[in-house]
């Protein structure tokens, strides 16, 4: 569905100014940067490598928008406060939801030709968003994207920039601490992709050799753990398609990113066929990936776990899964061939018994309980 730019509203200034103050903290010493900042404000505007680039766009509603409220929805209108629910008062505060994504994590968070957000997690956010927006009874919020680097969605969702962030983000349990997670919606594990022909079957054929791996990943943890013992030179990227293209020009022999990723990667690619994925993965437990949100809003959370809940048992994120992983990506057009693996049924069959009694009927938990009912992803 095509999503109209609007102009920039006063609201979106609002969150502008986030921004401004939180990059003003944390960036002090950058030479410029409330330049930088202030372009940021501008809707499409060319943004600094690392930095946030804010727009403003219609909330694309889905069909079933429009729908009663599921029986387990709270009340429209409910009064919000910022002591219960703080997220949702910023969102009515604002006038705006706004939501993280990512520029080439094909295939859950990436944009299109018009650099319009896509993929599977950005369609879970936007399924997630009119509940917000019956429960906030805001017939007119809006959503305003904001493409982040792996490095920032920490800080800038802590620093309230960011509402959701919705791009494939593994749970660990250092990033526990700075932030929340919602239930998880997918599994993958960490290999390494290769030009075919290179004669390297796994992590043990690198020594000597140069391996790319994006900064601020669990990819870069597990990397740095066998360095030693590998003896192979890391070379950090800023994103993923730095680190591919990497690999691509011949800078580095392997990437080392999360095998869905690397499929998505290939597969954007004008020569897919020139690469392949080797070897076992680097860890025993496979990547939970899960939207990220703020710490501390366990009422904020309950709702957008309740609406995904509500997708794995009604078989929305199976079918999600088949539109962008079981299609042709631009913007060559290769097929992307991705099944759900075992590991990732497992993943949509616990989400689907969250808030189920054991007798079998719905349940809505109280807020102050939702992190014991929350399945615990691995992770460190």
């Known amino acids: 569905m095509s999503l109209p730019l609007c102009p920039l509203s006063s609201s979106a200034a609002g969150v502008a100014g986030r921004l401004r103050k939180f990059l003003s903290l944390v960036l002090m010493p950058v030479v410029g940067l409330s330049v930088v900042v202030s372009a940021m404000a501008h809707a499409g505007g060319p943004p600094m490598p690392g930095m946030p ?5 219609a909330l ?3 069909s079933s928008a429009g729908d009663s409220p599921a029986s387990g929805d709270n009340a429209v209108g409910q009064a919000l406060t910022s002591e219960d629910a703080p997220t949702m008062a910023h969102i009515r505060e604002r006038g705006r939801i706004v939501l993280g994504y990512r520029q080439t994590a094909v295939p859950f968070s990436y944009v299109d030709v018009k650099d319009r957000p896509m993929g599977l997690a950005w369609a879970l956010c936007q399924r997630i968003v009119p509940k917000l927006q019956r429960e906030l009874d805001m017939p007119d919020l809006r959503i305003t994207p904001v493409r982040v680097i792996e490095q ?10 960011i509402d959701i962030d919705c791009a494939p983000s593994t749970v660990t349990a250092a990033r526990e601490r700075q932030v929340a997670f919602s239930l998880p919606y997918y599994a993958a594990n960490v290999r390494l992709m290769v030009r075919q022909g290179a004669g390297i079957a796994s992590i043990d054929d690198m020594r000597g050799l140069r391996l790319a791996v994006v900064q601020g990943t669990t990819a870069e943890r597990l990397v740095r753990a066998q360095h030693v013992r590998t003896g192979f030179q890391l070379l950090m990227a800023r994103d993923y398609a730095d680190a591919f293209r990497m690999l691509r020009e011949h ?9 869905v990723l690397l499929e998505g990667l290939r597969a954007t690619s004008k020569s897919p066929d020139v690469f392949e994925i080797v070897g076992p993965p680097l860890s025993d437990q496979p990547e939970h990936y899960a939207l990220v949100l703020p710490k501390d809003d366990p009422a ?3 709702r957008v776990d309740g609406a995904l809940a509500e997708m794995f048992r009604n078989g929305e994120v199976a079918k999600l899964q088949r539109e962008w992983f079981q299609t042709t ?4 057009g290769h097929r992307l061939n991705v099944e759900p693996s075992a590991e990732v049924l497992a993943v949509w069959d616990a989400g689907a018994r969250y808030g189920i009694a054991s007798d079998g009927d719905p349940i809505t938990p109280h807020p102050a309980h939702e992190a014991s009912a929350t399945p615990q992803p691995p992770g460190s």
């Open 53 to 57: 680039r804010l727009s403003t766009v």
């Open 60 to 62: 694309p509603l889905p």
């Open 152 to 161: 920032m969605r920490g800080p800038l969702v802590k620093a309230d920039a």
């Open 251 to 259: 800078r580095a022999q392997a990437l080392a990113l999360d095998d």
């Open 300 to 302: 904020f959370k309950a």
């Open 329 to 332: 990506v631009p913007p060559f």
